[in-house]
């Protein structure tokens, strides 16, 4: 299937491009990588009347420290993040995590920010972005604002996001030496995640995230638990995320899969 018409500008300034999402509001939509966007229109998904291309705009390629976060901008490809120097120090649950997502044809595409934009709740980057407790940050023609990670995602696909906003960088909190742990089940390596876990070390035990179960990613904290007890908090989350049977997997199964890899992930980040 085809896209259905549209218009493209190409833009060669952020002025430029958030004065079309101003004087457009819905019919406009950002376009970087396109690894997510593209799918959508060919399927009709989405029919934007106009197409706003930021990957020439310097300014929104960069990766860089900002009081204790490491900023990504939102034209920064997820292949060019898995290269920076310092992603093992800096973002050590990122450098676990962009090995899993997509192949590498579509990382050398594929946008860190298009990926939080498109919110799938199985892409590994909104549940890296969930599990190191990140925050968007949105920018209008009007004004730029910060959401944080819990709050922005809303749904399957559905954000905090208004029409006339882009996505200018997401920023993760810097690992800093803290233990981080990530696991994921799919059909195929590459695919999308059936269930996927990431595990941060926290001062006073664990936070654990999950993605591919519930309609978002979802973290919660985990105190250092005697095995019993951690047995029944990891039941509980998984029940929580009111998991849902699909032509990938069971409910039941998913189930089982957030107990047994939350319990992997907690005791490697203990250790």
């Given at each position: 299937?085809?896209?259905?018409a549209?218009?493209?500008?190409?833009?060669?300034?952020?002025?430029?491009?958030?004065?079309v999402?101003?004087?457009?509001?819905?019919?406009?939509?950002?376009?970087?990588?396109?690894?997510?966007?593209?799918?959508?229109?060919?399927?009709?998904?989405?029919?934007?009347?106009?197409?706003?291309d930021?990957?020439?705009?310097?300014?929104?390629?960069?990766?860089?420290?900002?009081?204790?976060?490491?900023?990504?901008?939102?034209?920064?490809?997820?292949?060019?993040?898995?290269?920076?120097?310092?992603?093992?120090?800096?973002?050590?649950l990122?450098?676990?995590?962009?090995?899993?997502?997509g192949?590498?044809?579509?990382?050398?595409?594929?946008?860190?920010?298009?990926?939080?934009?498109?919110?799938?709740?199985?892409?590994?980057?909104?549940?890296?972005?969930?599990?190191?407790?990140?925050?968007?940050?949105?920018?209008?023609?009007r004004?730029?604002?910060?959401?944080?990670?819990?709050?922005?995602?809303?749904?399957?696909?559905?954000?905090?996001?208004?029409?006339?906003?882009?996505?200018?960088?997401?920023?993760?909190?810097?690992?800093?030496?803290?233990?981080?742990?990530?696991?994921?089940?799919?059909?195929?390596?590459?695919?999308?995640?059936?269930?996927?876990?990431?595990?941060?070390?926290?001062?006073?035990?664990?936070?654990?995230?999950?993605?591919?179960?519930?309609?978002?990613?979802?973290?919660?904290?985990?105190?250092i638990?005697?095995?019993?007890?951690?047995?029944?908090?990891?039941?509980a989350?998984?029940?929580?995320?009111?998991?849902?049977?699909?032509?990938?997997?069971?409910?039941?199964?998913?189930?089982?899969?957030?107990?047994?890899?939350?319990?992997?992930?907690?005791?490697?980040?203990?250790?």
């Open positions: 299937m085809k896209p259905a549209f218009d493209y500008v190409r833009a060669e300034s952020l002025d430029e491009a958030l004065d999402l101003r004087n457009e509001g819905g019919d406009a939509r950002i376009i970087a990588g396109g690894q997510s966007l593209m799918p959508m229109l060919n399927m009709r998904l989405a029919r934007p009347r106009i197409l706003v930021i990957m020439r705009l310097a300014e929104l390629r960069r990766v860089e420290p900002r009081q204790g976060n490491i900023a990504v901008g939102a034209a920064v490809r997820q292949a060019e993040l898995l290269e920076w120097p310092a992603l093992d120090r800096d973002l050590t990122l450098s676990l995590a962009l090995p899993w997502t192949h590498a044809q579509t990382r050398s595409r594929g946008t860190v920010c298009g990926s939080i934009a498109h919110a799938d709740p199985s892409a590994e980057m909104p549940l890296a972005l969930v599990a190191l407790g990140g925050e968007v940050v949105l920018r209008s023609a004004k730029r604002r910060r959401v944080a990670a819990h709050d922005f995602f809303l749904g399957v696909m559905a954000t905090d996001r208004n029409d006339d906003e882009m996505i200018e960088a997401v920023e993760f909190p810097a690992t800093n030496g803290r233990r981080c742990a990530f696991r994921e089940v799919a059909r195929r390596h590459g695919d999308f995640a059936i269930v996927a876990c990431a595990a941060v070390a926290t001062e006073r035990g664990v936070r654990l995230a999950v993605g591919g179960v519930a309609d978002m990613p979802v973290a919660r904290e985990f105190d638990l005697p095995a019993s007890a951690l047995d029944g908090a990891l039941n989350f998984a029940w929580d995320l009111d998991a849902r049977d699909d032509f990938h997997a069971t409910a039941r199964y998913r189930r089982d899969l957030v107990r047994m890899i939350g319990h992997e992930l907690i005791a490697e980040v203990t250790r």
